[in-house]
């Protein structure tokens, strides 16, 4: 028993891949098991970030034309995350109940950013559709398998956004909606805003579009290449079976 109190719950837990940081955070479950044949345990653990998953926003502050970095930073402070983002002035008002993460993830998303957790640390990040790829996954090379998901549950023929403006006599509403032309049967999506009807409409299009395909492969790891592809790097992929280029 005494040779298993280091990985505890809550224990401090570090996961390395050829020198390179994969995980650094906690584990939250342990488990020790015993037979006639020997001894064993698991455990089982999560990144740093995850804390931000589970634990309740407190504060109720609204911010205007404040920094981004500057709220991350504040929502984040007590879990003692790095953390990254542009220091662009952002408006938010938090709505009560929820996690820090949604809170964060609201940002992103009003935002047109994407959050990445690695190695323990909270990144805010513009993709960028120019940048050259650094990874090449052919088939018949170095894929050793692959799928390929087209789902299309989650998108609609038409995205409807309307909105309440408020007039110095009478209020009136206004309306905005865009297309998908991908999907030929009749389906609404009708939506609230107080965000640009025009860019929220194509936001929801254009997101759930790509949400809908799902590529997943298997390829030869660092053993074979020397180097581990980051999160949000650039990947080129080719799989002629998959229809895929």
């Not at 964060?104 to 790829?133: C, H, M, N, Q």
């Not at 997943?216 to 229809?243: D, M, R, T």
């Amino acid at each position: 028993a005494k040779t298993l109190k280091p990985f505890s719950p809550g224990s401090k837990i570090e996961i390395k891949i050829n020198k390179h940081l994969g995980l650094d955070g906690f584990i939250d479950v342990s488990h020790s098991s015993l037979t006639n044949k020997g001894k064993s345990f698991e455990i089982h653990g999560r990144d740093k970030t995850g804390d931000l998953v589970d634990s309740c926003l407190e504060s109720s502050k609204s911010y205007k034309d404040e920094p981004l970095l500057n709220i991350v930073k504040e929502y984040t402070k007590e879990f003692k995350i790095k953390v990254e983002a542009p220091s662009m002035p952002i408006s938010y008002i938090p709505k009560p109940g929820g996690t820090v993460f949604k809170a964060l993830s609201d940002i992103a998303v009003k935002e047109r950013l994407r959050i990445v957790t690695r190695s323990g640390a909270l990144f805010f990040k513009k993709i960028d559709p120019k940048v050259k790829p650094k990874f090449l996954f052919n088939e018949g090379k170095n894929i050793l398998s692959a799928s390929f998901t087209k789902d299309h549950r989650e998108r609609f023929s038409k995205y409807l956004g309307k909105t309440l403006i408020k007039g110095d006599k009478e209020d009136y509403n206004r309306e905005e909606s865009f297309l998908d032309a991908d999907i030929k049967r009749p389906r609404t999506l009708v939506f609230i805003s107080d965000e640009d009807l025009e860019q929220e409409c194509t936001f929801q299009r254009d997101l759930r579009k790509a949400k809908s395909e799902i590529l997943s492969i298997i390829v030869h790891g660092f053993e074979h290449s020397g180097a581990v592809p980051e999160i949000l790097q650039a990947v080129e992929v080719e799989a002629e079976s998959l229809n895929i280029n």
